[in-house]
């Protein structure tokens, strides 16, 4: 089978992307890990000072609350996404696999 140039350049954006997300998982993985581990020490923190009875908690807690749950949910939003595209997309290793196989048949 003969690609087009466009096509040709298609294919390999695809493949470059693929390899960006192989390459750069684990420094999502880990940054994510960071935003969510972030997030629940801001919520840990907040659990902590609700117990007090003064002012000065009540300001920390309305400012750090929205903080921390905003990195939290963040955080575990990206680990679910990196988790479901491990190995990237599995219908684009897919489609670049049957482009070579077909280019080294042809």
């Given at each position: 089978?003969?690609l087009?140039?466009?096509?040709?350049r298609?294919v390999e954006?695809?493949?470059?992307?693929?390899q960006?997300?192989?390459r750069?998982?684990?420094v999502?993985?880990?940054g994510?890990?960071?935003?969510?581990?972030?997030?629940?020490?801001?919520l840990?923190?907040?659990?902590?000072f609700l117990s007090g009875?003064?002012?000065t908690?009540?300001?920390?807690?309305?400012?750090?609350?929205p903080?921390a749950?905003v990195?939290f949910v963040?955080?575990?939003?990206l680990v679910?996404?990196?988790?479901r595209?491990?190995?990237?997309?599995?219908e684009?290793?897919?489609l670049?696999?049957?482009?070579?196989?077909s280019?080294?048949d042809?």
């Amino acid at each position: 089978m003969q690609l087009s140039e466009t096509e040709e350049r298609i294919v390999e954006r695809l493949k470059k992307r693929q390899q960006f997300l192989v390459r750069w998982r684990w420094v999502g993985f880990i940054g994510a890990l960071v935003y969510a581990i972030g997030g629940l020490c801001g919520l840990v923190l907040v659990l902590h000072f609700l117990s007090g009875e003064e002012t000065t908690p009540v300001l920390i807690i309305a400012c750090l609350w929205p903080v921390a749950l905003v990195l939290f949910v963040l955080g575990v939003v990206l680990v679910a996404y990196l988790v479901r595209g491990w190995n990237g997309d599995p219908e684009t290793r897919l489609l670049l696999r049957l482009i070579e196989d077909s280019q080294h048949d042809g």
